[in-house]
């Protein structure tokens, strides 16, 4: 069994999403959202990285994937999603886990099926995939799509690898 931690980075909402994956199949732990919507720009940062540091420590993941950013709306955008970003990976890396690295266009398409797929098909899909009573929120749904998007491309690689080996 491997337990997966997906994330989702934001300056204001950060969504994360934890899933097993069981005899091949992706089974629902929990997801949410570490909210830091006020205080100084380090003060946030800091609630980000305090905040994954607990989901890291109650759930004990064995890796981690997060979304790639490589763009924003403007350069202010771009660089509190940065620090954002940084908080994140800061906090992973204090854990031991390996950090695992998709774009949104790989996390769509591999949960999706469409690349440029909208927030709210996302929320959609990961309802249906993984037989949730409620649509997760946006960035809940983001970071859980992140977290299949891994279990989909490690038993990609397995399969791959024992393919080689025969």
Do not use: W
């Amino acid at each position: 069994m491997m337990r997966v931690l997906g994330v989702d980075p934001g300056s204001r909402r950060t969504g994360f999403g934890i899933l097993d994956e069981q005899r091949g199949r992706p089974v629902y732990v929990a997801c949410g959202v570490v909210v830091s919507v006020s205080g100084t720009v380090a003060e946030r940062l800091h609630r980000i990285f305090a905040g994954l540091a607990e989901v890291i420590e109650h759930y004990k993941p064995d890796a981690c994937a997060v979304e790639r950013i490589f763009f924003a709306r403007n350069a202010d955008s771009a660089l509190k999603l940065g620090q954002a970003r940084g908080a994140v990976l800061v906090a992973l890396a204090g854990a031991g886990l390996p950090v695992h690295e998709y774009t949104a266009l790989q996390i769509k398409k591999a949960t999706v099926g469409v690349g440029h797929a909208g927030k709210d098909q996302v929320q959609h899909m990961m309802r249906a995939l993984l037989g949730l009573s409620a649509r997760p929120s946006a960035d809940a749904a983001d970071a859980l799509a992140c977290a299949l998007c891994h279990l989909h491309e490690s038993q990609g690689l397995a399969s791959r690898a024992r393919a080689l080996s025969r």
